[in-house]
């Protein structure tokens, strides 16, 4: 089956069965990768609004809710978003060698939270959880790679109790700036069209390049519009509770001061440029798009004479996230 035979697969089958849809170069990387207390701050003032009396306790202050599921959790990272504000977190992922991650860095970083976390293998299309269990199950990147979103929302609807809610985020491809020293901003540098270029050069590469599976335009391009579109919530009329927010930047994820070395080997490891460099190996073609766009980068930027190591980068990637509450029954 071709792209474009996928592509409407993928939609009718969602229609069909949900039935609704400037500073001088740094010494170190800082990873601040995760998306922050901006989107669990967003999420949590969600849930409590929607539901205030009958999710929440007070502990030390904070308000504590009962018991979330984070679906998709990769390495852990978004999980511990919620450290503070839950008694009891599942990070549940598909992959083994991600739930390893997350638990090899949760021994080595422990949250400071009185929370209890843990990890295991499972999907969204089935959770290991009771029925009505859960005050939130979160989407962290993950809902449009649901072998079946139907049966997702099936599943969450089982896990949530009735005062419970729903959280999906996607997020944007990256963009970038190179963080560039005061005496080149003395020298007149054209910052914002270096940038600009720089953008339209790495987008160029994700979308001409990569084998960008058709799924991905729902995150990137639709910014899961056409998911918001096919899901029907519990008494919506009466809590006007589900909406969608794009393009807010309080909600991106930035992380700073990452080395070109750091930022490139994140490129070798995604998906899309495996399968694409898979395939010109197959046809036994001598090329390398990425190192055509690092050498044209460094070119852009003049930067030539720099290692890899001494070139950093801020990177940003946008947010777009469906809040609702319980999805109403599936036929």
């Known amino acids: ?58 502990l030390r202050g904070k308000k504590m809710f009962g018991s979330m599921v984070d679906v998709g959790c990769g390495d852990g990272k978004s999980t511990l978003l919620f450290a503070p504000y839950f ?5 549940i992922d598909r992959s083994k060698a991600q739930i390893t991650k997350a638990e090899d860095a949760m021994a ?62 996607c997020t944007s491809f990256p963009k970038i700036e190179r ?3 005061y005496e080149e901003v003395a020298l007149g540098r054209a910052v914002s069209e270096m940038n600009k270029r720089s953008n339209e050069m790495l987008d160029n590469f994700f979308r001409n390049f990569c084998d960008m599976h058709p799924r991905c335009s729902l995150a990137v391009d639709d910014r899961y519009q056409r998911i918001y579109d096919s899901i029907a919530v519990e008494n919506l009329a009466k809590r006007g509770s589900k909406f969608i927010i794009i393009d807010d930047k309080d909600l991106a994820i930035h992380k700073r001061c990452v080395s070109l070395t750091d930022f490139s080997d994140s ?62 029954r599936i036929k």
């Open 1 to 58: 089956m071709n792209v474009i035979a996928c592509w409407h697969t993928l939609v009718s089958s969602l229609e069909r069965h949900m039935n609704m849809e400037g500073n001088r170069s740094p010494t170190k990387t800082v990873d601040s990768s995760n998306p922050g207390n901006g989107l669990a701050a967003r999420i949590l003032d969600f849930l409590e609004t929607v539901s205030p009396s009958r999710n929440g306790s007070v």
């Open 87 to 91: 008694k009891r977190i599942n990070g």
């Open 108 to 169: 080595k970083h422990p949250p400071v939270s009185k929370s209890s976390i843990s990890f295991q293998v499972a999907t969204g299309e089935k959770m290991p959880f009771p029925d009505a269990s859960q005050d939130l199950v979160c989407f962290s990147r993950s809902f449009h790679w649901m072998e079946l979103m139907s049966d997702a929302l099936k599943e969450t609807r089982r896990v949530l109790k009735p005062s419970g809610c729903v959280a999906m985020y």
């Open 179 to 181: 963080q560039i020293s």
């Open 267 to 328: 490129l070798r490891a995604y998906a899309g440029y495996k399968c694409a460099m898979l395939a010109l190996k197959r046809l036994e073609m001598d090329t390398n798009p990425l190192e055509d766009l690092l050498k044209d980068l460094r070119f852009l930027w003049g930067v030539e004479d720099l290692s890899d190591d001494e070139i950093f980068l801020n990177i940003t990637w946008d947010v777009s996230l469906i809040l609702c509450t319980r999805p109403a």
